[in-house]
């Protein structure tokens, strides 16, 4: 099945370039089906890029899906037109009595700041709480599963000496997680932060449970199923040039950045990146939204009851 997305939204034409099936709302409005009702807050610099890897993911799957694109209310992004945010973004203010089957928050390029100091963590925190109420499943990505663990479990994060930058091999803790059907045993997925938890933080009694970590990247994804929400502190939703564009751009400014290992062929910069972990995203995303299918009121009011 499709993706539902708004007609004009730029992700659109990539995505049916793709191959992605992609759904207009007249088309979305003949099935006589509900679709999954999946909200995407997303805090990343470059929103467009963001969308499509998400909507990507969320569109491959046999299910009808319907996009919300949600942005906090009073934060203002610096790299993203203000026509474009007007457009296709709904800040958290107007979708906080609507109730949605899945919902994604992205990373932040914030996380060398206490939580406390980022400037929207008091509606961040209150979206949190609402997604216990108003969301059947949840999952978030990078700073944004960092920043979740904080609110819910109050486990603190550790600045790293330097950035944690590639494409490191994970171990899979758990092939008989449904989110994890259908995953080698190891596999790659692309790292890019400054910061990190750690296993032994992890509060006992809660029911947290490591289902991927990597050796030499540490804790990778962590499962919280009395939330129905998953931890993903790496980056497997990245196109294969994203880690590419960070790196040139950095360098470019001048700032201290490595070659990110296990990704340009024979660590050459000039050589086109290889991606290895794109199949494991996808089977990631179609596990998720399989068990949100599975498992969710099909009637959106009794969510969260």
Not at 122 to 147: K, M, N, R, Y
Request: aromatic share 10%.
């Amino acid at each position: 099945m499709p993706i539902k997305i708004p007609n004009d939204l730029p992700a659109r034409a990539q995505l049916e370039e793709e191959g992605v099936m992609v759904m207009a709302e007249d088309e979305a409005v003949r099935q006589d089906i509900r679709p999954l009702k999946v909200g995407l807050l997303n805090l990343m610099p470059n929103k467009q890029r963001t969308e499509t890897q998400f909507a990507r993911l969320c569109g491959a799957t046999p299910l009808q899906v319907e996009m919300t694109l949600v942005k906090m209310t009073h934060h203002t992004s610096k790299l993203t037109s203000s026509e474009h945010m007007l457009n296709f973004y709904r800040p958290f203010e107007e979708v906080r009595e609507e109730k949605f089957d899945g919902f994604i928050v992205t990373g932040a390029p914030v996380e060398l700041l206490d939580f406390e100091e980022v400037t929207y963590w008091p509606e961040l925190a209150e979206l949190f709480d609402w997604c216990d109420t108003h969301v059947h499943s949840a999952v978030h990505i990078c700073w944004g599963a960092q920043a979740a663990l904080h609110h819910y479990h109050g486990v603190p994060k550790y600045e790293l000496p330097q950035k944690r930058f590639g494409v490191y091999r994970h171990r899979n803790l758990n092939p008989a997680s449904p989110y994890l059907r259908g995953f080698s045993d190891d596999f790659s997925i692309p790292v890019s932060r400054w910061t990190e938890n750690r296993k032994q933080d992890l509060p006992a009694g809660r029911g947290l449970e490591v289902l991927m970590e990597s050796d030499e990247a540490g804790l990778c994804l962590v499962n919280d199923p009395a939330r129905r929400t998953l931890y993903m502190f790496n980056h497997i939703e990245y196109d294969s040039t994203t880690l590419a564009e960070e790196y040139h751009r950095d360098r470019e400014a001048g700032k201290p950045i490595h070659i990110p290992p296990n990704y340009f062929p024979e660590d050459n910069p000039s050589k086109t990146p290889e991606n290895r972990w794109r199949s494991h995203a996808h089977l990631l995303f179609g596990n998720w939204l399989n068990e949100v299918y599975q498992h969710t009121p099909y009637e959106l009011d009794r969510i969260g009851q």
